[in-house]
């Protein structure tokens, strides 16, 4: 099954990434085998990106954004199986969890190859060829369409449930989990995350908006933090073939309340089991008795 990288393993990338490639100097940029994943003018790459120095790497959503000296920015998307492999004197690799994370580069799913002035590479490897790396001014980066319609960063201090509730209720009529899955609403929440949050908050994810009180939604606020953090802190949630800075996996699912625990006890309630329902058209999980439909 095709996972997409959820929004802490992207925050575990740029956090890897900026320990790494912030300074370096970047000598070459090829597309290999796949214009679409690079789809930039070779003059533009010459003269922006060529011996452009990294000078910080930020996220927006589940977008990578890498900012150089020339006042251009790399902004890359992972999508559905995209990964960032570098490779120098330490080994770092992110995203969609396959061998290719860990293998000698570039192979087969390699699409860019970005060369440092030090002989360090940064891999950008895509099995689907959905993902893209493009070049953009800086300054151009927030008036892309994407960036137009995502939603605010759920990790941000200065977003409270005084904004949360409101944006929540513009989906009134939906399922509560549609609602904090659509990145209009909220930038980043995905199907991990909003399981695990939804179990925080004793929601079931089926409720309709309308339904839920504002006393619900503000802990479910509190919850998405939580659970987001807690899976920075342990490194993402990929459990195969994923590496941080420190050569180790991503280990929040091992911390996982139901999400891919059916079948076993809830861990409120040891005498109910975690069921996997379907909800928004995705794998859903409950505890029938923490969560009832109302």
Same mark, same amino acid.
């Given at each position: 099954?095709?996972?997409?990288?959820?929004?802490?393993?992207?925050?575990?990338?740029?956090?890897?990434?900026?320990?790494?490639?912030?300074?370096?100097?970047?000598?070459?940029?090829?597309?290999?085998?796949?214009?679409?994943?690079?789809?930039?003018?070779?003059?533009?790459?010459?003269?922006?990106?060529?011996?452009?120095?990294?000078?910080?790497?930020?996220?927006?959503?589940?977008?990578?954004?890498?900012?150089?000296?020339?006042?251009?920015?790399?902004?890359?998307?992972?999508?559905?199986?995209?990964?960032?492999?570098?490779?120098?004197?330490?080994?770092?690799?992110?995203?969609?969890? !396959?061998? /290719?994370?860990?293998?000698?580069?570039?192979?087969?799913?390699?699409? #860019?190859? *970005?060369?440092?002035?030090? %002989? $360090?590479?940064?891999?950008?490897?895509?099995?689907?060829?959905?993902?893209?790396?493009?070049?953009?001014?800086?300054?151009?980066?927030?008036?892309?369409?994407?960036?137009?319609?995502?939603?605010?960063?759920?990790?941000?201090?200065?977003?409270?449930?005084?904004?949360?509730?409101?944006?929540?209720?513009?989906?009134?009529?939906?399922?509560?989990?549609?609602?904090?899955?659509?990145?209009?609403?909220?930038?980043?929440?995905?199907?991990?995350?909003?399981?695990?949050?939804?179990?925080?908050?004793?929601?079931?994810?089926?409720?309709?908006?309308?339904?839920?009180?504002?006393?619900?939604?503000?802990?479910?606020?509190?919850?998405?933090?939580?659970?987001? !953090?807690? /899976?920075?802190?342990?490194?993402?949630?990929?459990?195969?073939?994923? #590496?941080? *800075?420190?050569?180790?996996? %991503? $280990?929040?699912?091992?911390?996982?309340?139901?999400?891919?625990?059916?079948?076993?006890?809830?861990?409120?309630?040891?005498?109910?089991?975690?069921?996997?329902?379907?909800?928004?058209?995705?794998?859903?999980?409950?505890?029938?008795?923490?969560?009832?439909?109302?």
């Amino acid at each position: 099954m095709v996972r997409v990288p959820e929004l802490p393993e992207v925050e575990t990338a740029r956090r890897g990434l900026s320990d790494l490639i912030i300074g370096r100097i970047v000598k070459a940029a090829n597309a290999i085998d796949s214009p679409k994943s690079f789809p930039n003018d070779p003059a533009s790459v010459s003269e922006f990106l060529i011996h452009a120095s990294i000078i910080d790497v930020r996220r927006r959503a589940k977008v990578l954004l890498i900012d150089l000296s020339s006042e251009y920015t790399l902004v890359i998307h992972l999508k559905m199986t995209g990964q960032l492999v570098y490779r120098g004197e330490i080994q770092f690799g992110a995203g969609h969890p !396959n061998d /290719s994370l860990i293998g000698e580069l570039p192979d087969r799913s390699t699409r #860019v190859d *970005i060369q440092f002035a030090d %002989g $360090s590479h940064l891999f950008f490897n895509d099995q689907r060829k959905f993902g893209w790396v493009k070049l953009y001014p800086t300054l151009e980066v927030p008036n892309i369409d994407f960036m137009q319609r995502v939603g605010p960063e759920p990790l941000e201090d200065s977003f409270t449930a005084r904004e949360f509730i409101p944006r929540v209720r513009r989906r009134n009529n939906t399922t509560v989990k549609a609602a904090i899955l659509d990145q209009t609403v909220l930038a980043g929440v995905g199907n991990i995350y909003a399981d695990e949050s939804l179990w925080g908050a004793r929601i079931h994810p089926a409720m309709r908006v309308r339904d839920v009180s504002d006393e619900q939604l503000a802990l479910l606020l509190s919850e998405i933090k939580f659970v987001m !953090n807690l /899976s920075i802190e342990k490194g993402g949630s990929t459990d195969r073939n994923y #590496v941080n *800075i420190e050569g180790k996996r %991503g $280990s929040y699912i091992d911390f996982a309340r139901v999400f891919r625990k059916e079948g076993t006890p809830c861990p409120r309630h040891p005498d109910a089991i975690v069921e996997k329902i379907r909800v928004a058209g995705r794998g859903t999980h409950i505890c029938p008795v923490c969560q009832m439909l109302q």
